[in-house]
T-cell receptor, first 114, second 114 residues
Framework: GENVEQHPSTLSVQEGDSAVIKCTYS??????FPWYKQELGKGPQLIID?????GEKKDQRIAVTLNKTAKHFSLHITETQPEDSAVYFC?????????????FGTGTLLAVQP | DVKVTQSSRYLVKRTGEKVFLECVQD?????MFWYRQDPGLGLRLIYF???????EKGDIPEGYSVSREKKERFSLILESASTNQTSMYLC?????????????FGPGTRLTVL
């Protein structure tokens, strides 16, 4: 089955710097890759996603890139702010259908130092 | 706004007790999920349900069962709680099985088994 590895497990950056979180997946049939942000005391929330037919997607300060050949995808956060501090999870799934499910990475704790 | 609510934020139970964790969603979603979240292990799928009375095992179903008698409610049952089931439990719902459908998470229940 699918396996998703996520690195680093913790990341500390200065406010205003960029942060990059990387994930690799094992199932070449995976074609949907969402990123979730979990703030303290809350459940994860979708922040951006990408399909396998797209190489890059941006939404203001966040972007996701996908390299299908290498089977890895990354989250990029520019101009980080203290409110970006959270745990970030990547995930992968293949296809749709009633039993379609996400396989999550192990999470990255991002700390943005003011 | 989609709302996924969980019956308790914190729960303390004793070994051997039967434990019920309740989850309710208010958006008529077909799919519902139960995950457990442990440090360094990310989100692991316990069970999911793609329709009323339908359920499917996730990656770590041992020691758990589920019930979905109504579309809006998905219950996780620990038949005989054990200390290794101390964890954060997250419920999620999704409109259907389409690839791009977003999963919406509840705030989580932190269960401690003594």
């Amino acid at each position: 089955g699918e396996n998703v590895e996520q690195h680093p497990s913790t990341l500390s950056v200065q406010e205003g710097d960029s942060a990059v979180i990387k994930c690799t997946y094992s199932d070449s049939a995976s074609n949907y890759f969402p990123w979730y942000k979990q703030e303290l005391g809350k459940g994860p929330q979708l922040i951006i996603d990408i399909r396998s037919n797209v190489g890059e997607k941006k939404d203001q300060r966040i972007a996701v890139t996908l390299n299908k050949t290498a089977k890895h995808f990354s989250l990029h956060i520019t101009e980080t702010q203290p409110e970006d501090s959270a745990v970030y999870f990547c995930a992968a799934s293949r296809g749709g259908g009633a039993t379609n499910k996400l396989i999550f990475g192990t999470g990255t704790l991002l700390a943005v130092q003011p | 706004d989609v709302k996924v609510t969980q019956s308790s934020r914190y729960l303390v139970k004793r070994t051997g007790e039967k434990v019920f964790l309740e989850c309710v969603q208010d958006m008529d979603h077909e799919n519902m999920f139960w995950y457990r979240q442990d440090p360094g292990l990310g989100l692991r799928l316990i069970y999911f349900s793609y329709d009323v009375k339908m359920k499917e095992k996730g990656d770590i179903p041992e020691g758990y069962s589920v019930s979905r008698e109504k579309k809006e409610r998905f219950s996780l049952i620990l038949e005989s709680a054990s200390t290794n089931q101390t964890s954060m439990y997250l419920c999620a719902s999704r409109p259907s099985g389409r690839m791009e459908d977003t999963q919406y998470f509840g705030p989580g229940t932190r269960l401690t088994v003594l």
